[in-house]
């Protein structure tokens, strides 16, 4: 089972960054898949969760600005972030259902 964030980068703030998660290993499909992220000195955030049917949920400071979605025929999930805040900063991971963690990218939001 493999999963890797790409995407993340330096930002200002206001600006627009997508993640993407590439899957492999497993059925993609049949997992819901959740994007975390972690600040330095904080605890990891559950951010944005999609079910294997496609429905969406998100915490609430992000909700109006970040939209996740996947791709099952590339085995990708997505998350789009826009309005991006110096407080999103942090190392996004997706995460499958039963918590297995990728490896994560680094997302800095300047002010």
């Known amino acids: 089972v493999q999963l890797q964030a790409f995407g993340g980068g330096l930002v200002q703030a206001g600006g627009s960054l997508r993640l993407s998660c590439a899957a492999s290993?497993?059925?993609?499909?049949?997992?819901?898949m959740y994007w975390v992220r972690q600040a330095p000195a904080k605890e990891r955030e559950l951010v944005a969760t999609?079910?294997?049917?496609?429905?969406?949920s998100y915490t609430d400071s992000v909700k109006g600005r970040f939209t996740i979605f996947r791709d099952n025929a590339k085995n990708t999930l997505y998350l789009q972030m826009n309005s991006l805040k110096p407080e999103d900063t942090a190392v996004y991971y997706c995460?499958?259902?039963?918590?297995?963690r990728g490896r994560g990218t680094l997302v800095t939001v300047s002010s």
């Open positions: 999609i079910t294997s049917g496609g429905s969406a």
């Open positions: 290993g497993f059925t993609f499909s049949s997992y819901w």
């Open positions: 995460e499958r259902g039963d918590g297995v």
